[in-house]
């Protein structure tokens, strides 16, 4: 990792503990990983933990005047509020309804004592409006991490939890997700239910565990869907298609994952491992199966395997092509 990244996140965390926030972020570069990251610290604690003072705007739909109105609303009981712009800059160009440098002229002179704004650039070129954005927003650009950086990145993710892991074995882990942060934090994860009590990864742990599962990704994007946390939902969906998992395949995945919860939610059984005897699943995930299954009512469960058996037909049917299947389901899940 570059020494000014380096610099820049012991700034940003700096911030987060002595609750000193600025009003405009710009947070951009290589790292999507650390882009969202930082962006879910400062939001979540921006706002305390009222995750409804959070408006999010995608710059390929946003509209220049539903901007405003959120940017100059009057917050009458004077809690703070945070406004996260995505990819404005991206589709400054072609969204004619954004208006981008009326947006940043606004901000020159932007006085909110409740308002709190974040921009977040997955794609970033250099131009006099975004040297201009710049002039004004507290910017960090995450570059990268170097291997050596990564290696402890992983270590202190696993310490964090009472785990530990060898250089060696986490180097492994990196170099087989391409040194991709995202798809590296959410494989510690699963290692970290696999482990249990245990504290120390061995190899064994990895060889069993370090797969291009689609199943984890499903489970992954069903939970921020369950919690209506849709950004993360459609980054677990890419993740399936870079995995080159087709939306039939994802949807038999789908329908899979509900009959487990459906099973789970009327299974009378207290013993771990008899449980994922039955559901035909791992003992490590019964506990993770059983959380997500408390955010569904059995008939919203039910509701569900229905639609994705109904999904499946039409699709095989000729009666609507495969995608916009798969976007009325995940619809379904989420309302």
């Known amino acids: 990792m570059a020494e000014k990244t380096k610099e820049i996140i012991k700034e940003l965390n700096s911030q987060l503990l002595k609750k000193d926030f600025k009003k405009i972020y710009l947070f951009y570069g290589q790292e999507i990983f650390l882009i969202d990251e930082y962006t879910k610290r400062f939001s979540h604690a921006i706002v305390g933990g009222n995750l409804n003072n959070i408006v999010r705007f995608d710059g390929e739909t946003a509209n220049y005047n539903d901007i405003i109105n959120e940017m100059f609303s009057i917050s009458f009981d004077l809690e703070p509020r945070v406004l996260i712009f995505k990819n404005f800059f991206k589709y400054a160009s072609t969204n004619s309804s954004l208006n981008l440098s009326s947006i940043i002229d606004n901000l020159k002179n932007f006085k909110s004592d409740s308002t709190y704004i974040i921009f977040k650039e997955y794609e970033t070129k250099e131009n006099k409006l975004f040297s201009g954005l710049k002039q004004i927003a507290f910017s960090a650009e995450f570059v990268q991490p170097s291997m050596p950086d990564l290696v402890k990145w992983v270590q202190n993710v696993m310490s964090k939890e009472g785990k530990t892991i060898s250089d060696n074995m986490a180097q492994e882990i990196i170099l ?63 993740e399936l298609y870079q995995l080159r998992t087709s939306v ?53 469960i039910k509701t569900i395997i229905q639609k994705t058996i109904e999904c499946e037909y039409m699709i095989k049917r000729g009666q609507i092509d495969d995608e916009t299947a798969l976007e009325m389901l995940l619809y379904q899940i989420v309302k």
């Open 176 to 238: 087989h997700y391409n040194k991709d942060m995202m798809l590296i934090y959410n494989y510690l994860q699963v290692l970290i239910s696999y482990l249990g009590k245990r504290s120390k990864v061995t190899h064994d742990d990895i060889l069993k565990t370090l797969t291009d599962n689609p199943q984890d990704h499903i489970f992954q994007m069903l939970d921020a869907f369950a919690t209506k946390d849709l950004e993360s939902g459609y980054k677990y969906l890419r």
């Open 248 to 300: 039939s395949k994802i949807l038999a995945l789908i329908l899979r994952h509900f009959k487990i919860l459906g099973m789970l939610k009327e299974m009378q059984e207290t013993n771990k491992k008899q449980i994922a005897k039955q559901l035909g699943i791992l003992e490590f995930f019964v506990d993770k199966y059983k959380k997500q299954a408390e955010t569904f009512t059995l008939d919203k």
